[in-house]
């Protein structure tokens, strides 16, 4: 639909003091994903943005920044994850930058929704789930870095 | 963001046990509803009924828990119920299709009547579903 238009708006989301966006760093120890919570809800309370908008916004940072701490690095050392938020008239963009192994959750097969719940294997909703509450996800692989960029429809 | 939990026994049905969660089960909380489902008494219930009214957010890992239930409840033929599920956590048992609808009851009055026509079926000995 409007895709050209969101990429464009966010490119500008590094601006400082931009009140529709923020970005931070977060460590891979879940730590931080409290803070950056309260952040997220804090941008998007003063965007007026629906509550379903926001609930899609705080399962796709949970789901994603868990993940990465999860399954990103094997070498037990601390590592960043940068993420950064902006509001643009259509889309809360979320995007995720991490420089663990390469993983594109977007090549990942999903779930067996088919068999009975206590029958399946139990992994893999976390991404179903982003893939579902999103309305469009990118993946990026460049110079070791893996980049998400998540659109939840912003309905206000 | 936290959560509370709420956990009683069914006056009514012996062994049957309800937990009333409040608040956001996710990546923070969803240890405290393991360790509740744990409890002496709770682990080998005839039935867990969850009251979902006050539950505000679930992500995957509040689902994978649940989910873990439903498979043990159903490996020993115990009951598992939930009650007053809002929409935006029925909303992610859809999409996760975790939720079968036989175990979804509008209400406590819903779930308790189905307890009673179970035992009452299981006093004649008939084991057949109603259609």
Not at chain 1, 61 to 85: M, Q, S
Not at chain 2, 52 to 68: E, F
Request: net charge negative; aromatic share 6%.
């Amino acid at each position: 639909m409007s895709g050209r238009d969101d990429a464009d708006a966010d490119a500008g989301a590094e601006q400082a003091g931009d009140p529709a966006a923020f970005e931070r760093i977060l460590g891979n120890d879940l730590e931080s994903l409290a803070s950056t919570n309260a952040a997220l809800a804090e941008l998007l309370a003063r965007h007026a943005v629906s509550a379903e908008t926001s609930y899609a916004c705080t399962l796709v940072l949970e789901e994603i920044v868990t993940n990465i701490v999860k399954y990103a690095h094997a070498d037990g050392l601390p590592h960043a994850i940068r993420f950064g938020a902006r509001c643009t008239p259509g889309h809360v963009v979320l995007r995720f930058s991490d420089d663990g192994r390469e993983f594109n959750p977007l090549a990942e097969p999903a779930p067996d929704l088919n068999r009975p719940p206590e029958e399946r294997a139990v992994g893999g909703l976390g991404i179903h789930l982003v893939r579902r509450f999103a309305e469009r996800v990118e993946y990026e692989r460049v110079c070791g870095q893996n980049t998400l960029t998540v659109f939840v429809a912003n309905r206000t | 963001m936290t959560l509370k939990i709420e956990v009683t026994r069914n006056s009514k049905q012996p062994g049957f046990y309800e937990l009333r969660l409040d608040g956001r089960l996710d990546t923070e909380t969803h240890g405290q509803l393991e360790k509740a489902l744990k409890q002496t008494d709770v682990k080998d219930a005839k039935g867990i009924r969850l009251d979902l009214a006050k539950l505000t957010y679930i992500s995957s890992m509040g689902l994978r828990v649940v989910m873990r239930l439903m498979k043990d409840l159903k490996a020993r033929s115990a009951v598992f119920q939930t009650v007053n599920v809002q929409p935006q956590i029925k909303k992610v048992f859809d999409i996760a299709a975790a939720l079968p609808t036989e175990a979804v009851f509008a209400s406590v009055e819903e779930a308790d009547a189905y307890l009673d026509l179970m035992q009452k079926r299981a006093l004649r000995g008939d084991t057949k579903r109603d259609e």
